[in-house]
């Protein structure tokens, strides 16, 4: 065996013991220190090298922990066998590639880490006003210190307790919602929760799914992706078309009436106690998606569907991220009591995804009433935002933008068209709104602003127009007149 003699970088931000694991390791890798060879003694390498034992210690604990090599009671460390395939790699050019690449990523100062945090989305606009994170964070620092110990413990595969418990009340009290904690299921999205329910459903011999069209495309996916038959249904101004649902079929219909997305349509009561009416019929399941509900700027939010079923036909899904922010992923669907306990045994079979530390944090935030004045607050904010922007676009928009709905939520929809194109000439005009739209939509970008065609939520088969959606949640308020100016001045050149 070659004597181990690595040159040791005083000034380097890697730690002795890491310099020594990683120059054996590649004394292995590549030969230098034999299969089965003993490797020196402790206290023997620590005074060659003139180190401490202890740092010769974690250089060899980690080695020992990675399998380079193994310990013998009262005999030392002996280098490990290497498989035909670490042996191939060891003697190719990706090793030495591989520790160039890796090398490249050691020794990062924490200014160049700063650095590179502050560069992400650089280019994209934000509003810190929307949200109170020295709240947040002094509700986090509370779970740190004072429940530290509920953090070594994985969290419950259904959601935290005390979360599920808050949840319920403020259904209760915000959205007329009626539930207890154990019919409650929290999950890390939307998509993660109606992975759930399609299982659940599946469970029920319910392999038929309605959905809105146009609707919110990744729940179609998580149900195609499930196998279940899907059949697209349109929306209209009142929300769905209840006439085209499945007859006779036992299936489940996933809806959003009190803020359709992408539309913004907004079923009324009685069109829900009719859609009620077909579930019952059809032995059939509502999903309602209760999308920005709470953020309705015109009157009282609407109550949702949900607290009208008598006969527990809906399942009501919700989520945190646009009212508190959208990294957290926090999201939790209402089952029904019979649905609650298909999901006991289903759930044994799972983890929860969703981080404890925030649901515990949330908990707190909740408990102590910044949730709801948080709430409260965005409904001032993006109210003004709103009416901002729609002075905006009707100020700069002329004849070259329609508001066709600015009722609730984070975005307005509009129709995009020319007035110099010619209505005589369909095909022509047609081929005018996707150019216009696209040009709208990439001038939007290039300014930090999120705007997408309404056909990128729509069936490929079906036309939706020349319209889109622009999101204004995360225009600062003074900015929004100067931005939705230059917007529309860029697209319609």
Not at 63 to 72: D, F, S
Not at 104 to 126: N, T
Not at 424 to 432: I, L, P, R
């Amino acid at each position: 065996m070659k004597p181990i003699t690595p040159s040791f970088e005083k000034t380097s931000e890697n730690p002795l013991y890491l310099q020594l694991y990683q120059y054996i390791k590649a004394a292995i890798l590549q030969g230098d220190i034999g299969t089965t060879e003993k490797l020196p003694s402790l206290r023997r390498l620590s005074e060659e090298l003139h180190i401490s034992v202890t740092t010769v210690q974690q250089a060899y604990d980690q080695l020992l922990l990675e399998g380079y090599v193994t310990g013998k009671l009262g005999s030392g460390y002996y280098v490990s066998a290497l498989s035909p395939v670490e042996q191939t790699l060891a003697g190719s050019d990706f090793s030495a590639e591989a520790q160039k690449h890796i090398g490249a990523f050691e020794g990062v100062s924490q200014d160049s880490l700063d650095q590179e945090l502050l560069r992400e989305h650089a280019d994209a606009l934000y509003d810190l006003s929307c949200f109170d994170f020295n709240k947040w964070k002094k509700c986090s620092a509370k779970v740190l210190t004072d429940y530290a110990h509920l953090l070594t413990f994985e969290s419950d595969p259904q959601g935290e307790q005390s979360l599920r418990r808050e949840i319920a009340k403020y259904l209760y009290s915000a959205r007329g919602v009626s539930c207890y904690p154990n019919q409650i299921v929290i999950g890390a999205g939307t998509q993660q929760i109606t992975m759930h329910l399609g299982r659940i459903l599946q469970q029920l011999s319910i392999r038929h799914v309605a959905v809105e069209e146009p609707g919110y495309l990744p729940v179609k996916k998580i149900f195609a992706d499930l196998g279940m038959v899907m059949t697209p249904v349109k929306v209209g101004e009142d929300g769905i078309e209840i006439s085209r649902l499945p007859q006779n079929i036992r299936s489940a219909v996933y809806v959003s009436p009190s803020n359709q997305f992408p539309t913004g349509a907004v079923m009324p009561v009685g069109k829900r106690y009719e859609l009620l009416e077909w579930a019952q019929r059809n032995d059939s399941i509502i999903i309602e998606d209760d999308y920005d509900s709470e953020l309705r700027y015109f009157g009282r939010p609407i109550p949702a569907m949900q607290g009208l079923d008598t006969g527990e036909r809906v399942v009501y899904l919700g989520s945190f991220s646009s009212t508190l922010f959208p990294a957290i992923k926090i999201s939790y669907m209402v089952l029904t009591p019979s649905l609650a306990k298909a999901f006991e045994e289903l759930k044994k079979g799972y983890t929860q995804t969703c981080s404890k530390s925030e649901q515990l944090t949330l908990a707190l935030f909740m408990n102590n009433g910044y949730y709801n004045a948080g709430v409260r607050k965005l409904r001032r904010l993006y109210a003004q935002k709103l009416h901002a922007t729609i002075a905006a676009l009707s100020g700069y928009g002329g004849d070259f933008i329609k508001i066709r709905s600015a009722q609730s939520g984070l975005n307005v929809i509009l129709e995009i068209g020319s007035a110099e194109t010619s209505e005589g000439d369909a095909h022509t005009s047609g081929k005018s709104s996707v150019s216009q739209i696209k040009k709208f939509c990439e001038e939007a970008a290039a300014l930090g602003i999120t705007a997408v065609p309404v056909s990128a939520y729509a069936d490929k088969s079906e036309s939706s127009g020349n319209s889109l959606v622009l999101y204004f949640d995360q225009i600062p308020l003074a900015r929004i007149d100067s931005l939705i100016s230059e917007l529309i001045s860029r697209a319609k050149l």
